[in-house]
């Protein structure tokens, strides 16, 4: 049988990473059709602004499969992530990174047996770039979590588990300051745990689950969080296995699926022919498990483990390796060492992963009751704290609301509280409540009644949904 992929080779270090893995893939004698595809850099510099032209979103539509290398993105400036925009253009949202201990691959945790794998929402998050100055020297980006996407990711990371025959799984947030947006995940996770009692579900703190990474690796089998949380979370993870050249991914959709190694392009190493090609040779593996074709990766897999730890050929990257193999003979190794085995490790009895989101409706919460009790706006002013609140409780009187209380980042700074720490900038937010329900109607009046006492640039409506409010107070708030 031959498959269709489409094959990204990308920026940096990209095209010499792919060409390894492509090498060996078609040295197991599988018949694949490479369908080469640009993105990144060299599509940025055509003045293409999303980095991904047409042709490439064709091919992975039709074949439902990529292999991608990394994709350079400007730091600070200029257009969009590529690699984001693939994600979300084809809704992989579940991003899965294993971190396993490598023969061969000497490190302070050498022999500990780590072995766990970073399940990370893909598509949500603040990664979706969803950023606007509130004033010319505040900044915002906007974190959406939903239910919808918090159930997929964590029902992928039962699934996975259950595929792997792993019996723990941990749910990292930081749940206990973001109770809306990170609690989301916590929440459903907790639902979701009772559908699989056969595994042993558990939320853990994220700043302690980054700890405990370092501290006690080995216990973690499966970890599910939120994108920005994985993001960090594997990096720092690859790194105890020998570093980011070890760190495979796979980014899932329902309608296709992107292999690709954790790091980026590397720039500094682009063209030496020295970098190290695992990651991608083991986001290949990942993808031929994905196509069915087990024995072929592991085929793969038994090679690594034997040219790493058999033959002691390393790259550069491996801390005390002095052998400094070259991007090409590692290659060659690899594929002469095909159809070997290394029995030291004992194989894993992979099952094909099969997840079904398909029933999930747009929106898996309907509230009986609900109604808008007041509105935050934000300003941007910088009026004595005094003065401006003066002036906001006339507009709120003006339009039949109370003024709850003025914050600055957070912080309750007006009424007049005991604070008096409170660093001020030129944005605050402004609560206004209503004696009953608040309809449209009214919340416009406000904000013409506001314009013209003030320069506000953002709005959020206070809901009720069955009888919790469905925001959070101020620090300092009663
Ligand atoms: P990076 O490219 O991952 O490189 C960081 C460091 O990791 C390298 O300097 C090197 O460490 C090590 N490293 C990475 N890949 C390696 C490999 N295959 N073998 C051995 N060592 C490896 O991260 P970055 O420098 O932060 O980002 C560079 C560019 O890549 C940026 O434009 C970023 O946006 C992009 N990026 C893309 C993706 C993606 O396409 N999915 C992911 C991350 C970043 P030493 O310096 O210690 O040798």
């Not at 940096?12 to 599988?30: H, K, M, N, Q, Y």
């Amino acid at each position: 049988m031959a498959y269709n992929v489409t094959l990204i080779p990308g920026d940096g270090i990209g095209p010499e990473v792919t060409t390894s893995a492509r090498e060996i893939i078609d040295a197991t004698g599988l018949k694949i059709n490479w369908e080469i595809c640009e993105a990144g850099a060299e599509v940025f510099k055509k003045g293409l602004a999303t980095g991904v032209p047409q042709e490439t979103v064709d091919s992975i539509s039709r074949n439902k499969v990529a292999l991608k290398g990394p994709l350079e993105t400007p730091v600070g400036f200029g257009e969009k992530s590529a690699n984001v925009t693939l994600r979300k253009m084809f809704e992989t949202y579940g991003n899965i990174r294993p971190v396993k201990e490598f023969p061969g691959v000497a490190t302070p945790y050498s022999g500990r047996g780590i072995d766990l794998v970073i399940v990370r929402e893909n598509v949500e998050d603040l990664y979706a770039g969803i950023e606007h100055m509130q004033t010319p020297s505040v900044a915002q980006c906007l974190k959406l979590i939903s239910r919808k996407g918090c159930e997929k990711i964590v029902r992928l990371g039962f699934e996975f588990a259950k595929s792997q025959n792993r019996k723990t799984i941990h749910c990292a947030t930081k749940a206990n300051i973001m109770k809306f947006s990170e609690g989301m995940l916590k929440r459903t996770f907790e639902d979701i745990a009772k559908e699989y009692p056969e595994i042993e579900a558990q939320h853990i703190i994220v700043d302690n689950c980054a700890h405990q990474l370092v501290r006690r690796p080995e216990q973690f089998e499966v970890i599910v969080t939120t994108n920005m949380n994985g993001d960090i979370l594997s990096d720092l993870s690859s790194a105890l296995i020998g570093g980011l050249g070890f760190a495979p991914g796979a980014n899932i959709g329902d309608n296709a699926c992107i292999f690709e190694a954790v790091h980026g392009s590397a720039p500094k190493y682009a063209g030496e022919n020295t970098i190290n090609p695992m990651a991608v040779i083991l986001s290949g593996v990942m993808m031929l498990r994905h196509l069915g074709e087990f024995k072929a990766a592991l085929d793969i897999e038994h090679a690594l483990y034997v040219t790493c730890a058999v033959d002691k050929a390393l790259t550069r990257d491996v801390v005390g390796n002095t052998s400094a193999t070259l991007t090409t003979d590692f290659t060659k190794k690899v594929i002469g060492n095909l159809g070997k085995r290394y029995e030291a490790v004992k194989d894993r009895d992979y099952k094909p992963l099969v997840v079904n989101n398909s029933n999930i409706p747009v929106a898996p919460i309907t509230p009986k009751e609900r109604f808008v009790e007041g509105v935050d706006i934000f300003f941007e002013t910088t009026k004595p704290i005094g003065e401006f609140g003066k002036i906001m409780e006339e507009a709120a009187a003006e339009a039949s609301l109370k003024l709850k209380l003025i914050t600055c980042r957070g912080m309750k700074i007006y009424p007049t509280t005991e604070n008096t720490t409170t660093d001020l900038i030129d944005q605050v937010r402004v609560r206004f409540i209503g004696s009953g329900p608040l309809s449209d109607a009214m919340i416009q009046n406000l904000i013409a009644v506001v314009s013209t006492r003030g320069s506000w640039s953002h709005i959020e409506k206070l809901h009720v949904f069955d009888g919790k409010q469905a925001y959070t107070k101020a620090h300092g708030e009663d």
